[in-house]
Antibody, heavy 118, light 108 residues
């Protein structure tokens, strides 16, 4: 069974940093591209970042470019999102999702809540 | 960057047909995907590649495309279909992705 489990969320002050993790199991992690998607409370889904299967290609939404960094450790089946210079508007549930190619984002984690507040 | 535009809400009675539209300049060059999200749950893909239904998704869910608009159609709506629905697509390079603003489907 495919499983994605996010962790690392919590309360952080504006300007602070946080590192999210997404542990993967039940599939061959190193052949899949992966994404981060966020959802502010009561709002819609927003794509955040994408990383290729080997980590050589990365892309970011304009709203996080230069502040967030996506990475992965294929040996440990883990996806990361390093978030720096956090702002109140970054408050959201952060989901990791598997890119199933033509099948879309075919597996999602349960999400981890990040709250940016003083 | 580009945007995908969905109606904020759609309401139907049980057994009727619900249609949720999504418009964007990326269509028809890029595929559309549709996700269902129920309160407190992660999204689930219900349509991929414009009109294909993943295994396990009921046949009442269908996707279609015409020009710059794609449509999710739910025939014979059931109470359990009440949820938020999001369309999604990517730019031509596949590097940047976007979701529509979401449509809340209410089953009256």
């Amino acid at each position: 069974e495919v499983q994605l489990v996010e962790s690392g969320g919590g309360l952080v002050q504006p300007g602070g940093s946080l590192r999210l993790s997404c542990g993967a199991s039940g599939f061959t992690f190193n052949i899949y591209w992966m994404h981060w998607v966020r959802q502010a409370p009561g709002k819609g889904l927003v794509w955040v970042s994408r990383i290729s299967n080997d980590g050589s290609s990365r892309s970011y939404a304009d709203s996080v470019k230069g502040r967030f960094t996506v990475s992965r450790d294929n040996a440990k089946n883990t996806l990361f999102l390093q978030m720096n210079s956090l702002r109140a508007e970054d408050t959201a549930v952060y989901y990791c999702a598997r890119d199933g190619g033509s099948r879309g984002f075919d597996s999602w984690g349960q999400g981890t809540l990040v709250t940016v507040s003083s | 960057s580009y945007e995908l535009t969905q109606p904020p809400s759609v309401s139907v009675s049980p057994g009727q047909t619900a249609r949720i539209s999504c418009s964007g300049d990326t269509f028809p060059n890029q595929y559309a995907y549709w996700y269902q999200q129920k309160p407190g749950q992660a999204p689930v893909v219900v349509i991929h590649k414009d009109s294909e239904r993943p295994s396990g998704i009921p046949e009442r869910f269908a996707g279609s495309s015409s020009g710059t608009t794609v449509t999710l159609t739910i025939s014979g709506v059931e109470a359990e279909d009440e949820a938020d629905y999001y369309c999604q697509s990517a730019d031509s390079s596949g590097s940047y992705w976007v979701f529509g603003g979401g449509t809340k489907l209410t089953v009256l």
